[in-house]
């Protein structure tokens, strides 16, 4: 069956540093990776949209220059969290398709001290 | 852009009796429109979709309905049980597959037994 895993689940980080997170398709070829964030308390927002074949697309409020993606392969993404500080605190969870549905990792839990 | 409302924050259900969240849209492109589950402390569930081809689709307890006039569509849960506790988050997409999703705040089901 498809899978998404996500790696680490959880993670701490200093306020300032940088985390990096990965994403990867297990049973199917992804041709696209959402990475979308949960902040305490909200709903999920998307961060930006990888498709196979096309540039990474971000939503408004996220940039590359903060949430640099890398999306190498059918199977693979990575996201990192730049400079991260308390509003980035939450759960970041993968989405990822391969034509029909699309699947979700667990989410990596990302606590910012 | 989309944006999705979740109508009931928290629902409170006897065990066997049936639970209703409604979900309202803007964007009239919207196609493709799942529904997914929550546990406490973990990522995001697929639970059912509807796509805007049909106005009603059932699996097992659960009926979705789709009315695009309206730009509503439900959750039926029926003869629930206490594991179905947990936040129920709708989505809509204007991709029938569901590459970008916009979620809904999420509805907060607890079914006491």
């Known amino acids: 069956g498809a899978l998404v895993y996500q790696y680490p689940r959880r993670t701490i980080c200093k306020s300032g540093t940088s985390m990096r997170m990965e994403c990867q398709a297990v049973?199917?070829?992804?041709?696209?990776v959402a990475w979308y964030r949960q902040s305490p308390q909200k709903t999920f927002e998307l961060i930006a949209l990888?498709?196979?074949?096309?540039?990474?697309?971000?939503e408004q409020n996220f940039t590359q220059e903060k949430f640099p993606i890398s999306h190498p392969n059918l199977s693979f993404s990575s996201m990192t969290v730049l400079n991260a500080y308390l509003e980035d605190r939450g759960l970041y969870l993968c989405?990822?398709?391969?034509?029909?549905?699309?699947?979700f990792g667990p989410g990596t839990r990302l606590t910012v001290l | 852009g989309e944006k999705v409302e979740q109508h009931e924050s928290t629902l409170s259900v006897r065990e066997g009796d049936s639970a209703v969240i409604n979900c309202t849209y803007t964007d009239t492109a919207s196609s493709y429109f799942p529904w997914y589950k929550q546990e406490a402390g973990k990522g995001l569930h697929f639970v059912i979709d509807i796509r805007s081809n049909v106005d009603r689709k059932q699996s097992q307890r659960l009926i979705v309905l789709l009315d695009k006039k309206a730009k509503r569509f439900s959750l039926h849960i029926t003869a629930t049980q206490p594991e179905d506790s947990a936040i129920y988050f709708c989505a809509a997409s204007i991709n029938n597959a569901g590459a970008k999703l916009t979620f809904g705040g999420g509805t907060r089901l607890t079914v006491r037994p």
């Open positions: 049973g199917f070829q992804a041709t696209s």
């Open positions: 990888s498709t196979v074949n096309s540039a990474i697309k971000y």
């Open positions: 989405g990822a398709r391969e034509g029909g549905e699309q699947y």
